[in-house]
């Protein structure tokens, strides 16, 4: 039991991100890389919700992940040793994302439940203060109610497959959205000892990640077309999107986020309300990286219904969930995320009479203008602020 209870992390352990963390997060690189290969091969509303419900389960491996080795003292053995086992596993359960609906549907399912279930039990283990315990406990027992579905899913075709997978995910991911509670059980947060600036630096550091994807596609779309003259303009707009979304996340929000930390008890609820919001955060990125390779391959095209929705829905999504992100976490609502879902409403319905090239500058539109919007706004308030 002494043992067990020194995994855990103490007041006086640096609260950095160590690089055994930065190295499971490589691993989920080549998750997103192939999310957005699976969607690019199958641009229909089906292979839609394929992607989304992998989305999903990648997604919850990595954020359990996170918060369990949040909660740990990752400069002991035992918890890196954890951690570069979900990453094997999950190397596995990546490498069968392309045929998750096909032949190797079952290694997708199997790696997910063993690492779900198999560090929800190691968790146990640990010596956890007994509200923090209690919630891993509810944890596997969500987990357990979705696994029939998981297990289920493996044994049916690629529609019907969906379809159980797809209640085993919503089940997830309701968990997720509810701290995981139970008739008559819920977890107090403002007794789980979660170091609430770490988790969200963690929580960047991962959308880094996921933008880097973004870049890393377009850069091959890049490399396999340069004999196209507009392969200059469209790989600069592509660019200018990702530089827009970054500086929309990252810039001056952040800051905001720390200062709100400071000023509450629970950081537990702002955690799991800022991992909510972060679903639709990577599959906003996701639509905006295959957008951008379709764009980029065929940039005098005729502008379509596939193309349209993946130019203009990322960045909706990507708005949309910052604004909810901003109104849940910091309790303050910014009109520019509601005018640039608007203004990308209307650019998406004007650019069926546009090429495709032209369709994406004017994605990329409305995002730079909720930059602009953000900076300008912050300079005010920081003007005011020193009078």
């Known amino acids: 039991m002494v043992r067990a209870r020194s995994l855990i992390r103490s007041a006086a352990s640096d609260d950095r991100v160590t690089r055994v963390e930065l190295f499971f997060d490589l691993v989920f690189v080549f998750a997103l890389s192939q999310l957005s290969h699976h969607l690019l091969e199958h641009l229909s509303w089906v292979g839609a919700g394929e992607t989304f419900v992998l989305l999903l389960a990648v997604y919850k491996v990595w ?12 400069s002991r053995l035992e918890v890196q040793w954890m951690l570069l086992t979900v990453m094997l596993v999950t190397l596995f359960m990546n490498a069968s994302i392309s045929s998750a609906f096909g032949a190797f549907g079952w290694l997708f399912a199997v790696s997910y439940l063993l690492v779900q279930l198999g560090r929800g039990a190691w968790m146990l283990s640990v010596g956890l203060d007994r509200t923090t315990h209690n919630h891993f406990v509810r944890t596997l027992i969500w987990g357990c109610m979705s696994m029939p579905f998981w297990i289920a899913g493996v044994l049916f075709g690629t529609e019907l ?47 880094l990640i996921a933008l880097g994807e973004t870049i890393l596609s377009t850069g091959l779309a890049i490399a396999g077309n340069l004999e196209d003259p507009l392969i200059f303009l469209t790989g600069t707009i592509s660019l200018a999107g990702s530089v827009a979304i970054w500086w929309c ?34 599959a906003g990125l996701i639509l905006v990286a295959v957008g951008d ?30 604004g909810l992100f901003i109104r849940q976490v910091l309790g ?56």
């Open 249 to 282: 996340y990252f810039h001056g929000l952040e800051q905001d986020i720390l200062e709100k930390l400071a000023s509450v008890d629970d950081q537990f609820r702002p955690g799991i309300l800022a991992g909510n919001t972060l679903v639709a955060l990577l």
């Open 161 to 207: 497959r969906l379809m159980s997978w797809g209640i085993a995910a919503t089940i997830d991911l309701g968990g997720h959205m509810l701290a995981h509670r139970l008739p008559g059980r819920k977890t107090e947060g403002s007794r789980v000892p979660l170091p609430g600036e770490r988790i969200f630096e963690r929580f960047g550091l991962f959308y």
């Open 293 to 322: 390779q379709l764009v980029i391959t065929d940039p005098a095209a005729h502008s379509n219904l596939p193309t349209v929705l993946l130019l203009f829905g990322g960045p909706a999504l990507f708005l949309a969930g910052r």
């Open 63 to 74: 954020v359990y992940t996170t918060w369990s080795a949040t909660l740990l003292d990752t």
């Open 332 to 387: 303050t609502r910014r009109p520019s995320d509601l005018v640039g879902i608007g203004a990308l409403v209307v650019l998406a319905g004007l650019s069926f009479l546009l090429p495709v090239f032209l369709a994406a500058f004017a994605a990329v539109l409305p995002l730079i203008g909720v930059a602009v919007s953000d900076s300008v706004n912050r300079r005010r308030r920081r003007q005011q602020g020193a009078y």
